[in-house]
């Protein structure tokens, strides 16, 4: 882990990643503690226990926990943010962490949290936050992800969609950011009281702003591609149900090759009970039709 954290610092969207996945495993452990004592200053070490604790304050809030319970949780998380913040310049980590944190006050209790948005089409919200990530990393994947969740879990889809239009069209060409109105779309739909599956997929099939943005979203895919990138597997799976839903089968299959063998649990468990059968359903049409 140590030699990971190494050579993943050059590269902020790496670093931002690969601290994600080490502190969700890490959470389930006690390396840290281990590693803590072997090699109290060990580079890294204080953005994992960032990682850890904020982690620790998501997992809490899904529980039926006692709200002081999980403002023990969050005081904590946020002391390890700031900690980390003050030990590694530089460090995008500690801000992203404080703005997962924001989606949990409700209230919007802390002053950080109702900052006014540069565009006055925008409401008020984490943008300070939001802002300090993107002085590291203009373009980090994690940060908008995060800025999206902070308006979703308060079932504000109209700011979400204005924050995605309003930022979007300067992302780069290629960009895994161009996926996020998928998320959105999923999260919409989710939400609609839709009387069965049947009628979820008839809102793809039916609204052409849909079917237009996947087309975009799939333009932007194969961009990367050919520049020799990679998107995330939750994108690819995203993008991968998107065509689907959409019955552009064929254009599925080549999402669902790029991926294989991997594939993402989203967003097909957000869209049935039967999320494998969903799956498998997609894959053998798109498979069938190439």
Request: glycine fraction near 6%.
């Amino acid at each position: 882990m140590r030699g990971l954290l190494h050579r993943s610092w050059s590269d902020r969207e790496l670093w931002t990643s690969r601290t994600q996945v080490l502190g969700a495993v890490a959470t389930r452990l006690n390396v840290l503690d281990i590693w803590e004592r072997e090699e109290p200053d060990a580079f890294g070490l204080t953005t994992l226990r960032s990682r850890v604790a904020v982690e620790a304050a998501l997992l809490a809030a899904q529980q039926p926990a006692a709200k002081q319970e999980l403002g023990q949780y969050v005081e904590s998380a946020r002391e390890w943010c700031w900690q980390a913040a003050s030990v590694l310049a530089g460090d995008p980590v500690p801000w992203l962490g404080l703005l997962a944190l924001a989606q949990l006050d409700s209230e919007l209790a802390r002053r950080e949290h109702r900052v006014l948005a540069g565009d006055k089409l925008l409401p008020a919200g984490p943008w300070g936050l939001f802002e300090q990530v993107r002085r590291t990393d203009p373009w980090n994947r994690e940060a908008f992800h995060r800025m999206l969740r902070f308006w979703l879990v308060r079932g504000a889809i109209g700011p979400a969609s204005s924050f995605l239009s309003g930022y979007l069209r300067d992302a780069p060409a290629g960009s895994a950011l161009h996926a996020l109105p998928l998320y959105l779309h999923v999260e919409r739909y989710r939400r609609a009281e839709a009387g069965s599956e049947a009628a979820a997929y008839m809102q793809w099939t039916n609204d052409e702003q849909v079917r237009l943005t996947v087309q975009r979203v799939l333009a932007h895919w194969r961009a990367a591609r050919g520049a020799g990138a990679r998107w995330p597997v939750a994108d690819e799976s995203h993008l991968a149900h998107a065509l689907s839903a959409t019955r552009r089968h064929q254009d599925a299959a080549e999402v669902f090759t790029a991926m294989h063998p991997f594939v993402s649990g989203e967003p097909w468990a957000s869209l049935s009970d039967d999320p494998n059968r969903l799956l498998h359903d997609s894959v053998r049409k798109a498979f069938a039709a190439r």
